[in-house]
């Protein structure tokens, strides 16, 4: 068996030897216990970490746009009428009228999208899963890139590396 202490300091080694009662032998057997132990957790460490990584990419898909529902006017009246209509995207956009009214957003009139889910539902529905990030190189007056209401194809954003390839469509 080779000394512990060619990779491992002394002091380190000592807690060995006292848990051996000084016995050189039985402390590195005990030591190389140890890292066999330590090498099992290893490997499930690792497959906890894939299943995380799999559970956090499963969460952090982007939403594809069902539909753009224009002019609702939100107020009470509209989730009333949204809610008593019985379609159940009318009761899905009601209840984000009545959230966003509890944040303290005034009576007007707004455009809001349907987004898919990053569920199978949503997978079956075409949502779109891009590769990595759509970097912004500001400029300008730093206005966000959708004010101008983009639409682009699928593909171009699949191919784009940042939101400056998009304007090149």
Not at 10 to 36: I, K
Not at 91 to 105: T, V
């Amino acid at each position: 068996m080779t000394d512990p202490t060619a990779w491992i300091t002394q002091r380190r080694f000592d807690e060995y030897l006292v848990a051996a009662n000084h016995d050189r032998v039985a402390a590195c057997n005990l030591y190389e216990w140890n890292v066999a132990i330590s090498a099992a957790f290893f490997e499930l460490i690792s497959h906890v970490e894939v299943a995380v990584r799999n559970a956090v990419d499963e969460v952090m898909k982007p939403p594809k746009v069902l539909e753009r529902v224009d002019h609702i006017v939100w107020t009470p009246e509209e989730i009333g009428r949204r809610v008593s209509s019985g379609n159940e995207d009318d009761k899905r956009i009601a209840e984000i009228i009545k959230a966003a009214r509890n944040l303290g957003w005034q009576e007007d009139e707004y455009q809001l999208f349907l987004l898919t889910r990053p569920d199978a539902k949503g997978q079956s529905q075409g949502h779109v899963t891009l590769d990595g990030e759509l970097r912004h190189q500001r400029s300008g007056r730093g206005s966000a890139w959708v004010q101008r209401q983009r639409y682009v194809a699928v593909a171009a954003l699949k191919s784009a590396r940042t939101l400056g390839d998009l304007d090149q469509q």
